[in-house]
């Protein structure tokens, strides 16, 4: 595994070549970080990773001038050979939010954490992730940034955020230009999923469909649809009233998909098993419908699947989903393909847990997405070690592969006296730190000492 590791970081090299000065061995050693590390910041790489030096990686990550896009897009196209062109990859959407303190960190602001359930002061970026059946892997990021960012030029521009980028895009907006980005790079998906954040949005899923893609969005329970096609029409003018209307109206009443479901007979439900789990099989309760969708605005309503599934025996736990996939689109596979979400929340957690991927101790742009393409790095090399095991290993996990890449790879930390040196620069830190806050809190006595005398 070793060896594989070395092989595929080198493939990625001439990313890292500037003139005649390479940063490729910076990059080999912040990826081998990337799994050595117990936690993944550069202080504690550089205890593990021979050679690694703790200034010289954070010159790497924060000042080199290579390109993480260019990284990002050998990264699609590679999990595209692997994942792309069946029936069943897909293209998964979502953000992740990553807890910060201050206000200097690039896009931080007080804003919905999802990972807490609640505002926090955080980043938010939104990601691209690929998938076929139960192998997936990030591929993209669009880092969110508040509109009290983009109204601070200055602000921007300490953070090192290009002009260019300092515009305030809606994180649907963010999630639509990931998809163009996908397809200009050839990546071969057949649907887009997304989740409720981004199902709420008409002018998203219209979007999608007028490029051409197909969809499946979970949407929430307040969601208008129409039984009835509301064919939009201009009401005829009122003789004894001014001009003549200009607004469409519909000619049949809406309702909230939640109003809809409780209106449907019991019978109608439908088992469905979705796909075998280490717990059994992944079974749930779905029913479906063919419904309309209009925006108050367009010329013709939209006609879509709507699809509900609740847990079996949690009659509470209730999704809905709309669609425009083919109308002869089965309900099973229908709900198969809403269920596909599941993997993108599970590389998050892989990111998180065996990548670094909230790891990082940076606050400017540059590093920020230096850091994520690197860590999408990290987490197409476990995809490919999945599936080169496959045969051997059916259960190899990201877990699995971090833990035999912190034995397989060198070492630094292996003699006594290297655990010690590294124990000792430690509390030499430590102490400096301690040494600062009392100097700190003498200076504040002395302060309040000559202003109350």
């Known amino acids: 595994m070793g060896l594989r590791f070395k092989s595929f970081t080198e493939r990625y090299f001439p990313h890292f070549q500037r003139g005649s000065r390479s940063v490729g061995e910076q990059a080999e050693e912040y990826l081998q970080g990337l799994f050595q590390a117990s936690r993944k910041n550069m202080e504690r790489m550089e205890e593990v990773v021979p050679n690694c030096d703790y200034q010289s990686l954070q010159h790497f990550l924060s000042h080199s001038e290579w390109d993480a896009r260019a990284i990002l897009e050998q990264v699609a196209a590679e999990a595209d050979r692997h994942l792309g062109g069946s029936a069943d990859s897909c293209l998964l959407l979502d953000e992740s939010a990553f807890a910060k303190k201050g206000d200097k960190s690039v896009g931080v602001a007080r804003q919905w954490s999802g990972r807490l359930g609640k505002v926090d002061n955080c980043q938010v970026a939104v990601f691209a992730c690929l998938t076929q059946g139960s192998h997936a892997t990030l591929i993209d990021t669009r880092l969110y940034?508040?509109?009290?960012?983009?109204?601070?030029?200055?602000?921007?521009?300490?953070?090192?955020?290009?002009?260019?980028?300092?515009?305030?895009?809606?994180?649907?907006?963010?999630?639509?230009?990931?998809?163009?980005g996908a397809r200009k790079n050839g990546v071969?998906?057949?649907?887009?999923?997304?989740?409720?954040?981004?199902?709420?949005?008409?002018?998203?899923?219209?979007?999608?469909?007028?490029?051409?893609?197909?969809?499946v969005a979970e949407v929430h329970k307040d969601q208008q649809i129409y039984q009835e096609d509301p064919d939009p029409r201009l009401p005829d003018k009122q003789p004894s009233r001014g001009r003549k209307p200009t607004r469409l109206e519909a000619q049949s009443a809406s309702q909230r998909v939640d109003a809809w479901l409780k209106a449907q007979p019991a019978e109608l439900w439908q088992?469905?098993?979705?796909?075998?789990?280490?717990?059994?099989?992944?079974?749930?309760?779905?029913?479906?419908?063919?419904?309309?969708?209009?925006?108050?605005?367009?010329?013709?309503?939209?006609?879509?699947?709507?699809?509900?599934?609740?847990?079996?025996?949690?009659?509470?736990?209730?999704?809905?989903?709309?669609?425009?996939?083919?109308?002869?689109?089965?309900?099973?596979?229908?709900?198969?393909?809403?269920?596909?979400?599941?993997?993108?929340?599970?590389?998050?957690?892989?990111?998180?847990?065996?990548?670094?991927?909230?790891?990082?101790?940076?606050?400017?742009?540059?590093?920020?997405?230096?850091?994520?393409?690197?860590?999408?790095?990290?987490?197409?090399?476990?995809?490919?070690?999945?599936?080169?095991?496959?045969?051997?290993?059916?259960?190899?996990?990201?877990?699995?592969?971090?833990?035999?890449?912190?034995?397989?790879?060198?070492?630094?930390?292996?003699?006594?006296?290297?655990?010690v040196r590294q124990m000792?620069?430690?509390?030499?830190?430590?102490?400096?730190?301690?040494?600062?806050?009392?100097?700190r809190q003498r200076l504040s006595d002395l302060g309040r000492a000559m202003v109350s005398g």
């Open 424 to 439: 000792e620069a430690r509390h030499r830190a430590r102490q400096a730190a301690i040494d600062s806050a009392y100097r």
């Open 188 to 215: 071969r998906f057949r649907w887009v999923g997304v989740d409720g954040g981004y199902g709420k949005e008409p002018a998203f899923l219209r979007r999608l469909e007028d490029h051409g893609e197909v969809f």
């Open 271 to 419: 088992r469905v098993t979705v796909r075998p789990g280490a717990k059994g099989e992944l079974r749930v309760e779905a029913l479906q419908a063919r419904v309309w969708l209009w925006d108050g605005h367009e010329s013709k309503a939209r006609h879509w699947h709507l699809v509900a599934t609740r847990e079996v025996g949690s009659p509470d736990t209730i999704k809905y989903t709309l669609s425009n996939a083919p109308a002869e689109t089965s309900l099973q596979r229908l709900v198969w393909m809403q269920r596909q979400r599941f993997w993108i929340e599970r590389s998050f957690e892989d990111g998180k847990s065996e990548s670094g991927m909230a790891d990082y101790q940076v606050r400017g742009w540059l590093a920020w997405h230096h850091h994520m393409a690197l860590v999408m790095m990290a987490m197409l090399f476990m995809l490919e070690e999945k599936l080169t095991q496959k045969e051997d290993y059916p259960l190899l996990s990201c877990a699995d592969i971090e833990f035999l890449l912190a034995h397989f790879l060198p070492r630094r930390d292996v003699t006594v006296a290297e655990v």
């Open 145 to 180: 940034l508040p509109r009290e960012w983009t109204d601070d030029l200055e602000r921007c521009r300490a953070a090192g955020v290009p002009q260019p980028a300092v515009v305030l895009k809606s994180k649907a907006d963010l999630a639509f230009e990931m998809v163009l």
